[in-house]
């Protein structure tokens, strides 16, 4: 079983930034694709990035180019920079991890609150 712990969750004003860490209790880590859900009230649960193990990186267009996500293979943690928010980036940020022959996470994290309001 892998632990997936997300941190860096919180209140930010519109146009502010965030980091949102996942921290990784395995080495899983290492051989995962790594990505971040979101889920807002009301709707459906959605998939905002993903990153591979050798770094290739997807994003949905709502978040091109205001969010980074990148991974530290040493500290099994992967991150997800957030720039420019928006009130619609409101949602709680779930953590994955995806082994090589798996279509769908196979670990989950608790999730952290991200608000965007001024």
């Known amino acids: 079983q892998v632990q997936l712990v997300e941190s860096g969750g919180g209140l930010v004003r519109p146009g502010g930034s965030l980091r949102l860490s996942c921290a990784a209790s395995?080495?899983?880590?290492?051989?995962?694709?790594m990505a971040w859900y979101r889920q807002a009230p009301g709707k459906e649960r959605e998939l905002v990035a993903e990153?591979?193990?050798?770094?290739?990186?997807t994003y949905i267009d709502s978040v091109k180019g205001r969010f980074t996500l990148s991974r530290d293979n040493a500290k099994n943690t992967a991150y997800l920079q957030m720039y420019n928010v928006k009130p619609e980036d409101t949602a709680v940020y779930y953590c994955?991890?995806?082994?090589?022959?798996?279509?769908?996470?196979?670990?989950w994290g608790q999730g952290t609150q991200v608000t965007v309001s001024s």
């Open positions: 994955t991890a995806r082994g090589p022959l798996s279509r769908r996470p196979d670990f």
């Open positions: 395995s080495i899983f880590f290492r051989v995962a694709n």
């Open positions: 990153i591979s193990v050798g770094g290739s990186t």
